[in-house]
């Protein structure tokens, strides 16, 4: 476990308490009763290396993502914010989806969905439905889901730069650490995923499918859908900074007024 300052845990337990006070914006969609379980966990979590550590990953990775520095830390927290926000948001929408079961064990559906509704966004053309169609991963139909649904390679080996194994690019890292451990079983096989993603789709009932191609597929009503989900989560963030921000300016004034003897 990272050893943080005093100061900077206080700072960090403070801002999810001043979450739960902070009434929400009418501007803003940001449920603040999700902001603040969401921010406690990704503080729990991220900067943890026993959270790594449930991901079998490399003891070199690990010690190179855990850093104790303030301003990579508070990067890493806003990364997992945004990621479990939209996970938290797809979870809200379709609550059929957390019962779905899993395309690999471990490695739920739901987390996939997630995975290609963040990473695919605003693009108009997936082609999704033609690929799950066809059944063949390795077509030219299934190439843009190919290219968002895995990583490629095993997340716990990467050391080139681990810091983006937590940046959004990489949504099972900060919302599954199972997913992760089954992602690298089969050497984040991109074809193995997606393979797996569609013949866990053709076991959901109909109307589950027409959902889900509604979000996944092509067309600007998905793609505003997607995007929707992600200007939600991008506030969340913004919401998280605008509070840290103000608990960190009382801390300030509160140790001014205590040097003045006030």
């Not at 700072?11 to 006070?21: N, P, W």
């Not at 009503?221 to 995007?227: C, D």
Request: aromatic share 8%.
């Amino acid at each position: 476990m990272i050893n943080f300052t005093v100061k900077s845990l206080i700072a960090l337990v403070g801002t999810s308490s001043a979450l739960l006070l902070t009434p929400m914006r009418s501007d803003a969609q940001v449920n603040m009763n999700r902001l603040a379980q969401v921010a406690k966990s990704c503080q729990e979590d991220v900067l943890s290396s026993n959270y790594y550590e449930r991901m079998e990953f490399d003891q070199n990775v690990i010690n190179l993502l855990v850093i104790n520095n303030k301003n990579y830390n508070q990067k890493v927290i806003a990364y997992c914010i945004d990621s479990r926000y939209h996970y938290s948001l797809l979870l809200t929408k379709y609550p059929w989806l957390a019962s779905t079961g899993e395309i690999l064990p471990g490695y739920p559906g739901s987390v996939v969905v997630g995975t290609l509704a963040k990473h695919i966004g605003a693009y108009n053309k997936t082609s999704i439905l033609e690929c799950i169609t066809n059944e063949d991963v390795s077509s030219e139909e299934c190439s843009f889901t190919r290219k968002f649904i895995a990583w490629g390679e095993p997340f716990r080996y990467w050391k080139n730069n681990p810091s983006t194994l937590i940046e959004n690019e990489n949504y099972p890292v900060i919302v599954c650490p199972s997913c992760v451990v089954a992602h690298d079983q089969v050497s984040g096989s991109k074809e193995e995923i997606l393979t797996a993603f569609i013949k866990w789709f053709i076991t959901l009932d109909k109307p589950q499918r027409r959902e889900l191609i509604s979000l996944l597929g092509d067309g600007d009503e998905a793609s505003h859908l997607r995007q929707v989900l992600i200007n939600q989560s991008s506030e969340a963030v913004n919401e998280y900074s605008r509070v840290r921000a103000r608990v960190q300016e009382q801390e300030q004034e509160q140790r001014r007024q205590q040097l003045l003897g006030n």
